[in-house]
């Protein structure tokens, strides 16, 4: 007889009730219920948050390294799309080909399977 073993808290759950949140507040603002324009500008931060679920779950380097990558992408998206900075796509989408590059290495340097000991 296998002895069961607990099932890790995935990320796909926290990802599943985001959507339904968003979607139910989306929905609310189509319905007039609420108004959210304001809330817009906040959207790509979404990503952020993926990236850090990833990050929360990694169970190896290249885990910990797709949700660096979220993170990045959010924040450059709020950035661009926010002008912070003065900085829009137009500047700023170079730092997508540095990030891409640093990917790219981050996956060949850790191509083995290293584990992160969670406590």
């Known amino acids: 007889m296998t002895a069961m073993q607990p099932r890790r808290f995935e990320s796909r759950f926290i990802i599943g009730g985001i959507l339904v949140l968003i979607g139910t507040v989306l929905m609310l603002h189509q319905l007039n219920f609420i108004y959210i324009d304001s809330i817009w500008k906040y959207w790509p931060l979404i990503f952020t948050l993926v990236g850090a679920v990833s990050i929360a779950n990694a169970l190896n380097a290249k885990e910990f390294g797709s949700g660096l990558w979220w993170i990045f992408f959010g924040i450059w998206l709020y950035v661009s799309i926010n002008h912070l ?12 080909l540095i990030a891409w590059g640093a990917s790219i290495i981050w996956k060949s340097y850790f191509s083995h399977s290293y584990r992160f000991i969670k406590g």
């Open 85 to 96: 900075f003065g900085l829009s796509f137009e500047d700023t989408w170079p730092a997508l």
